[in-house]
């Protein structure tokens, strides 16, 4: 099986992808190659991803996988990929495979989308803090001088979800191009609006595809009943499932 995690970002994706990675013959990478993903009009790179999932599966070399070397979990992770004698369960967790559903399905049957969705306010205030850039008082004050004298702009922040020139907000080449943009007169209003549209598709496809696509409520994965609920839904047998009784649903690292 084949099991692609998504939702907005700061929804718990993380523990969702440790949830998959902790059952027998399962392992799952979590955000596995965002230097070539893009939110929408390209879906050949999570294509590929789906197609070299489906080789490894089938008992294909496990060195043929392209990832974000940059990334150290997603090193990681697939260095514990080649010690692995059976796999049985590959995923990905990436809120940038929305678009790209269809496409995937047009590849195989054998995958199961699962969606977590957080309340919308926790959502947006979690992205305004993450999306901050923060620095020690003695670096913040460096910064701001170095601007002043080489007049160049002093970034407090990124924003992910408008399109800007750079003069307020620092540009990210990996994960601008991964969110879609909108029209607002704030960030706030921006990340609000992102929500609504996130889940308006995820509610959509969920109808769509029934059997592979279902959202789930964050709190599911804090309680044995909803993470066998997950589970169920990507069919593990109830006898093989391996729960976690602790998770730390949004982790602070900074993109």
């Given amino acids: 099986m084949i099991v692609i995690g998504l939702g907005s970002g700061r929804t718990g994706t993380a523990s969702l992808a ?40 089938a008992g294909g070399d496990k060195r043929l996988l392209a990832l974000d070397y940059t990334r150290p979990m997603s090193v990681k992770t697939y260095t514990r990929l080649q010690t692995m004698n059976q796999v049985r369960i590959l995923g990905d967790i990436a809120f940038y495979y929305l678009r790209y559903i269809d496409d995937l399905l047009s590849i195989t049957d054998n995958i199961r989308f699962i969606c977590i969705r957080r309340d919308k306010q926790e959502t947006v205030e979690s992205w305004l803090e993450k999306s901050s850039m923060h620095r020690w008082r003695s670096l913040w004050i460096a910064d701001w001088f170095k601007s002043l004298i080489t007049r160049t702009p002093f970034h407090r922040s990124k924003n992910f979800w408008q399109e800007h020139d750079g003069t307020e907000y620092q540009p990210d080449p990996v994960w601008d191009k991964t969110f879609p943009k909108f029209e607002a007169v704030s960030k706030r209003e921006a990340i609000e609006k992102y929500w609504d549209y996130y889940y308006a598709e995820a509610e959509q496809l969920a109808t769509q595809h029934p059997e592979h696509f279902r959202i789930f409520d964050i709190s599911e994965m804090s309680h044995p009943a909803g993470q066998k609920n997950i589970l169920g839904f990507i069919g593990i047998p109830k006898h093989e499932m391996v729960l976690r009784d602790k998770f730390h649903e949004h982790q602070s690292g900074r993109k």
């Fill in 18 to 57: 440790r949830l998959i990675d902790s059952q027998p013959h399962a392992l799952c990478f979590h955000e596995l190659n965002p230097a070539g993903a893009v939110f929408a009009g390209n879906p050949q790179p999570v294509c590929n991803t789906i197609r070299e999932f489906q080789a490894i599966l």
